[in-house]
């Protein structure tokens, strides 16, 4: 791969082109951030960085999901009841709730690069480690701080990559990006199904049986760990926040390198000599370094908190509102509902409503986890895989239609197809409708990753991001642990919460205002 985050020495060439945007000094033109992003064309530069930042939203997606896949036997090992395991797939929502906002708000005051770099270590130090936990509380706790490191680099993610693409293509990039999720789901999936039930994988320690599933938690990890070691050794950091931060040497250094990349046949330097940096407002954030430990622990933690602030008041305070209610319907009813659906698979196993059948079925600590049943990880391989032709027809149709208009129909769909999941009487059936439900909402979260970009300044952008996916978290909390209390008594109310919640959240993004092919601020 090529080097991309070392200064270059090169020469840079003058250039007698004027252009509107852009400003002369002694004769030389400077660009804007969205004429220098165009001028430094679209080619092997972004594929490139598609593939890294895409196996890093995939990683994610691994980090997340293997708990629902270890859930079948590790509940055996840890001697887990129905509510452990709702508390056990919310401890790393509760992390993500944590990191979220804190990594979002570094990641616009430090910068995007050295933040993904250390969260995603987090993410995958922490997951590797709870392989070896021998009791539920301790790998709850590390699953907790795995969950830190998720938080951070699921919403920084995506400010990095949009940052770094023209305007006419960055909602199909950032959909593409998007669909990197899918393949995260389609690895942890087949994963599980490959490991998960080869017991003669289990190692006997002194002090631990290591199982088979404890093998998947480590296989999990290494996702995070090699993505935070390709950030560290390859990527740059974002030309916008670059300049935004007054750094003009540095931004103009990776508009260079992405020319060269994307245009490696031509003769022709990179057109400009300088860019326009934006003076700072005279408010700029100060740091508090006098006074009282705890006058600057407050001046901190109000520095800290200004950009949420800045979310409620003037015009950015009505798509604040709307982004909040939608990112808590969706995230409770989808990380709610997908968590759960080995469990509603086994319910359904013997025919029926999956909640139809609760008083049918045993206690877990009189169920045997083994040997391992490898339905439930064919099932979850399939579903993972439906997300397919979501994820393709938001990359063509994005840039198209608008993430507005996606978000709302497919919310509304996805709400109807929980509906019916209520409804059905057979597995074949609910596997059928689970995987609509699948190929649907995917594109709801790829809409909303585009809008959440769209909608917000760049100083303000990953904050932004950061807050609303930790509110995300507080909802895939409540999810998690309303399945967990009443999966075993009457599993219909969190079903048809989640049908009203979906339905909710659709309705009220049509307040969003039209970010189709916007520029950013």
């Known amino acids: 791969m090529p080097q991309l985050d070392h200064e270059d020495t090169e020469p840079l060439l003058q250039s007698s082109h004027e252009d509107e945007d852009g400003d002369q000094v002694c004769g030389k033109e400077k660009l804007s951030y969205e004429v220098a992003v165009e001028e430094a064309g679209f080619g092997l530069f972004h594929w490139l960085l598609l593939v890294v930042c895409g196996w890093a939203n995939a990683s994610d997606a691994v980090e997340i999901l293997c708990v629902s896949f270890l859930l079948p036997t590790a509940r055996c090992d840890l001697q887990l009841s129905s509510a452990d395991m709702g508390v056990l797939t919310a401890s790393i929502f509760l992390g993500m709730m944590v990191g979220g906002y804190v990594w979002g708000y570094l990641a616009d005051l430090r910068g995007r690069r050295s933040v993904l770099i250390v969260s995603l270590s987090v993410n995958g130090t922490f997951g590797a480690v709870a392989s070896l936990a021998p009791s539920f509380w ?38 593409a990006l998007a669909t990197f999720w899918m393949a995260g789901n389609i690895l942890a999936a087949g994963a599980a199904w490959l490991v998960i039930p080869r017991t003669y994988l289990n190692v006997h320690l002194s002090w631990l049986d290591f199982q088979s599933w404890r093998l998947f938690v480590v296989l999990c990890s290494i996702p995070s760990l090699s993505s935070a070691l390709i950030f560290k050794l390859f990527m740059p950091e974002s030309p916008k926040f670059l300049m935004e931060a007054g750094r003009e040497t540095e931004a103009l250094s990776v508009f260079q390198k992405m020319f060269r990349l994307n245009n490696r046949g031509a003769v022709k330097p990179f057109p400009a000599q300088g860019l326009v940096i934006r003076p700072k407002d005279d408010e700029e954030k100060i ?39 939608i990112f808590y319907c969706i995230s409770f009813g989808y990380y709610g509902l997908w968590m759960w659906f080995p469990e509603l698979f086994k319910r359904a196993e013997d025919g029926g409503s ?21 339905a439930v990880y064919m099932e979850g391989f399939i579903i993972a895989a439906s997300n397919l032709p979501g994820n393709i027809f938001t990359i063509f149709v994005m840039d198209k239609i608008g993430g507005k208009v996606l978000l709302s129909v ?51 952008r990953s904050s932004a991001l950061g807050f609303f996916t930790g509110v995300g978290r507080v909802a895939a909390i409540m999810g998690n642990v309303v399945f967990g209390q009443l999966v075993d008594s009457n599993c219909a109310v969190p079903l048809l919460l989640v049908s009203a919640l979906l339905l909710a959240g659709g309705l009220v993004a049509l307040r969003l205002p039209q970010t189709k092919q916007t520029e950013l601020t």
């Not at 490191?149 to 990039?173: C, D, H, K, N, T």
């Not at 009487?425 to 809008?451: E, M, P, R």
């Open 138 to 175: 301790l790998f709850l706790l590390l699953r907790f701080f795995s969950g830190v490191g998720v938080g951070g680099s699921i919403p920084v993610i995506f400010s990095y990559f949009s940052e770094f693409q023209p305007r006419l293509r960055r909602g199909a990039m950032i959909s």
């Open 354 to 374: 999956p909640c139809a059948n609760a008083s049918r079925v045993q206690s877990s600590e009189n169920e045997s986890c083994y040997p391992v049943k490898t």
């Open 410 to 460: 497919s919310l509304l769909v996805s709400s109807m197809s929980v509906f019916v999941i209520y409804v059905v009487k057979t597995k074949f059936q609910s596997l059928l409708v689970s995987c609509v439900f699948s190929g649907v909402s995917v594109i709801s979260w790829n809409a909303l990753d585009v809008v959440g970009t769209e909608l917000y300044p760049t100083q303000l």
């Open 287 to 325: 740091r508090p370094s006098t006074g009282s430990r705890s006058e600057r622990f407050c001046g901190l933690l109000k520095q800290a908190l200004s950009p949420i602030k800045q979310l409620f008041v003037g015009p950015l305070a009505s798509r604040s509102v709307v982004l909040l209610i």
